[in-house]
């Protein structure tokens, strides 16, 4: 399965040598799909992000994003029957980037880690951590600003607690260290009087992950596989 993602939002487009911070309430539709399951859900959430200009064309920043709720659950059982369940869940996004600013434009890149904590509830808990790099263009237009992202992932690992199911089988960790997404923002930024600007957004994501590899959990061979999962996002929240 598939960490959400969340993924961050364009920042401000700070003065060189300045810091920016950017803090956001969130709204997100999340939909994940893979041959026998899906969920699906909204959930509400907080973002925000930390930067600093080094020096005229140079920037820096850190941020993150955190949601939980519940998805809606349809699938199958080990033994084939059908099963509908609502999920315990919480999503989390992390990033460090380097930015490069070019007049109206900003060229941002980095590292980043998103986890997706799912419990199933009347099954078993299951723990996703996928780390990518991130590779984003961002375009200002007077208030409005557009980004485009792609990402590479490179590293992941799935935690199934099969031991929730029964006592004989142990937890087991799979490997998912293949897959993509991309994304696009659309935003406007209105600044006010009292030194703070103000903002707003929509955006769309996709994430693609390729099968894990096999584990035994002492009773079966195991394998997650092949997902993907939508986002649509928006969010209002303040710049300064």
Known sequence: MLL???FFGAQL???P???WLKLDYTYTDIAYKEAKMTEAGRFPGIRGELGLGLTSMIGASVGGQYMEGNLNYSGETFSGASAKTVTKDYFSTTYGLIHLFFDSWVISGGIAQREWFNNLVISYRRRQTYSYYPL?????R???YFKAEWDWHFKGKNKTYMSDVNAAEHDVEFAQSSGSGYGAEVGVTIPTAMGFATHGFVAYHRWDI????????????????ANHTT????GIGVSF
Request: proline letters at 5%; glycine letters at 10%.
């Open 4 to 6: 959400l993602l969340f």
């Open 13 to 15: 487009h700070a003065a």
């Open 17 to 19: 040598s300045s810091c």
């Open 136 to 140: 984003a263009a961002t375009i200002y």
């Open 142 to 144: 007077g208030p409005l």
């Open 210 to 225: 390729g099968d894990s590899d096999v584990q035994n959990d002492g009773v079966y061979n195991l394998m997650e596989p």
């Open 231 to 234: 986002v649509i996002e928006g």
